[in-house]
């Protein structure tokens, strides 16, 4: 299913939107944190994304090319 790495990356990402949201709410949606913020987003679900993709550089026991 997920790899470890991408549990750890969309847990961060899901971190993120939620302290994305607490200090927007309470900051008034200043503009340099939820931007900055946002990126993180950004970064973190882009990065996820890759580790799901390249799957977390697992390599199958019995394919005996991946492994040379």
Same mark, same amino acid.
């Given at each position: 299913?997920?790899s #470890?790495g !991408?549990?750890l990356?969309?847990? %961060?990402?899901? !971190?993120? /939107?939620?302290g +994305?949201v @607490?200090?927007? +709410?309470f900051?008034?949606w200043?503009?340099? *944190? @939820? /931007? *900055? %913020? *946002?990126?993180?987003?950004?970064? %973190?679900?882009l990065?996820g994304? /890759? @580790?799901v +993709?390249?799957?977390d550089?697992? @390599?199958v026991? *019995?394919? #005996?090319?991946?492994?040379?």
């Amino acid at each position: 299913m997920f790899s #470890t790495g !991408s549990k750890l990356f969309f847990g %961060l990402t899901a !971190s993120a /939107v939620a302290g +994305f949201v @607490v200090f927007g +709410f309470f900051q008034n949606w200043d503009a340099i *944190g @939820v /931007v *900055g %913020l *946002g990126a993180a987003i950004c970064a %973190l679900a882009l990065i996820g994304g /890759v @580790v799901v +993709f390249a799957r977390d550089a697992d @390599v199958v026991a *019995g394919d #005996t090319a991946a492994a040379a």
